[in-house]
């Protein structure tokens, strides 16, 4: 499982215009779920992302997680991460979980997410979306629960 998690100031994704969810200060992940992945992967990078100390505390210091400043979350599953370009020009995503597993494991992601953080915000599923949010920072963190 790989995420992609970037601190902002706001977020929100739509699917046909319509805004399907929103965040203030806080954190998007962007979620790939590779072929082989389990709950054990979800709940190691949901534990990870929770208390990953990438905002400022009173000194101006990155030292604070998202459950130190009460922060936001907005999740969007994305097969991509598991983009494979290594051959040709054309990505394939042969490493990518099929969408009944990776759905399940999205849904699983979240609900381990939902425990902890004030306010959830997750896009849909298999959706086409368009993702708007403000970096702050900008802080950009790439995580992958294989500890290869």
Same mark, same amino acid.
């Given at each position: ?10 977020? !929100? ?5 319509t805004t399907v969810?929103?965040?203030r200060k806080g ?38 997680? /998202? ?27 042969? !490493? ?26 997750? !896009? ?18 790439? /995580? ?5």
């Open positions: 499982m790989v995420a992609v998690v970037q601190r902002v100031s706001s977020a !929100g994704v739509s699917v046909n215009n969810g929103a965040i954190v998007v992940v962007f979620l790939g779920i590779a072929r082989g992945d389990e709950e054990k992967d979800a709940d190691y990078l949901s534990d990870k992302i929770l208390n990953l100390r990438i905002f400022e505390d009173v000194t101006g210091r990155m030292n604070s997680s /998202l459950l130190d400043i009460s922060g936001e979350m907005l999740v969007v599953s994305q097969f991509t991460l598991l983009a494979d370009c290594r051959k040709g020009r054309r990505p394939s995503f042969a !490493g990518a979980a099929g969408p009944e597993q990776a759905s399940g494991l999205y849904e699983y992601f979240l609900t381990q997410v939902k425990r902890s953080v004030r306010k959830l915000a997750a !896009g849909r599923f298999q959706a086409m979306m368009k993702v708007d949010l403000i970096n702050d920072g900008p802080v950009t963190i790439v /995580l992958n629960s294989k500890k290869e």
